[in-house]
Nanobody, 125 residues
Framework: VQQVESGGGLVQAGGSLRLSCAAS??????????MGWFRQAPGKEREFVAA????????YYADSVKGRFTISRDNAKNTVYLQMNSLKPDDTAVYYC?????????????????WGQGTQVTVSS
């Protein structure tokens, strides 16, 4: 079971980044998992960012990113994406993708079974 995030980096405020998370090595098919993105800033707890149900037809966002971030998934490629626009310095964090063995969208990190190693996003002012 492995999930690998990519796409992080340094960007100026107002800019955009697209994170990707490729999953592999799982017995169940990728499309049977709810996929989520979380982030953790230095000195803060890990917080929910966005989640997508198995089909991408149901998504949920934290209020802090609503209207700026978009989660999507390509089940044929076993990949979930997070498009981040209008980035702010407060978005600076390590971003993690996670998979939950749940058919419904959940924001609870304890419900997620598999986690990636994280990718750093830094937004300069």
């Amino acid at each position: 079971v492995q999930q690998v995030e990519s796409g992080g980096g340094l960007v100026q405020a107002g800019g955009s980044l697209r994170l990707s998370c490729a999953a592999s090595g799982r017995g169940r098919t990728f499309s049977s998992y709810t996929m989520g993105w979380f982030r953790q800033a230095p000195g803060k707890e890990r917080e929910f960012v966005a989640a997508s149900n198995w089909s991408g037809g149901s998504t949920y966002y934290a209020d802090s990113v609503k209207g700026r971030f978009t989660i999507s998934r390509d089940n044929a490629k076993n990949t979930v994406y997070l498009q981040m626009n209008s980035l702010k310095p407060d978005d600076t964090a390590v971003y993690y993708c996670a998979a939950a063995s749940s058919w419904s969208v959940t924001t609870d990190p304890g419900s997620y079974d598999y986690w990636g190693q994280g990718t750093q996003v830094t937004v300069s002012s």
